[in-house]
């Protein structure tokens, strides 16, 4: 095995070498990149491995792209967020009867063709009588938009959807590149 570090805070480089039969132990925190690591192991830029395991959990911070393929293999990204509950947009669509719509930003997603969306009305009460709260319209790689009436014939309000009974929202995840 070999192994070579480097500091780029000095103008030196190190290189060990040990023959392939003996492991390395190391106690205490080790740094690659990092005079300070906070962890057993800190890594501060990449890594490459051709196997990896992991016998517990894995956290991952950050943007993770990889975690999720298409049916071709390209590699995927996974976004998810929701509406403000009791304060979202609400609009009304003219129909009849009086619909909502809410303008969804993903813009934060930062996808570069539009996405799969998977969306859904959440709320605290009457929700279950409307439809068209799952079917996201006007699909772009910064958001959507989403009609909702009821199915009692009832005109809709954005003060009844937003009032504290109700607290409508949408919840939605995308998934692309």
């Not at 080790?30 to 517990?56: H, Q």
């Not at 319209?137 to 009832?154: E, H, M, Q």
């Not at 009974?165 to 590149?177: E, P």
Request: charged residues 20%.
């Amino acid at each position: 095995m070999k192994i070579s570090a480097s500091n780029k805070g000095a103008n030196n480089m190190s290189q060990y070498t040990w023959p392939e039969n003996i492991d390395l132990t190391v106690k205490n925190k080790v740094g690659i990149g990092t005079d300070t690591p906070e962890n057993e192991l800190e890594v501060i830029g990449d890594i490459s491995a051709t196997n990896l395991t992991v016998s517990s959990e894995l956290h991952v911070l950050g943007k993770l792209l990889g975690a999720a393929q298409d049916t071709s293999g390209t590699a995927l990204r996974i976004c998810c967020g929701k509406t403000p509950e009791g304060s979202t947009n609400w609009q009304v669509y003219n129909s009849t009867p009086k619909g909502l719509y809410v303008d969804v930003d993903t813009s934060a997603c930062g996808f570069k063709s539009t996405p799969i969306y998977i969306a859904n009305l959440h709320g605290d009460s009457a929700n279950f009588k409307t439809t068209g709260g799952s079917s996201p319209y006007n699909r772009t790689a910064k958001g959507f938009r989403i009609y909702v009436i009821r199915t009692d014939s009832l005109d809709l309000t954005p003060d009844f959807a937003n009032h504290n009974d109700q607290k409508w929202h949408i919840q939605w995840i995308a998934i692309g590149n």
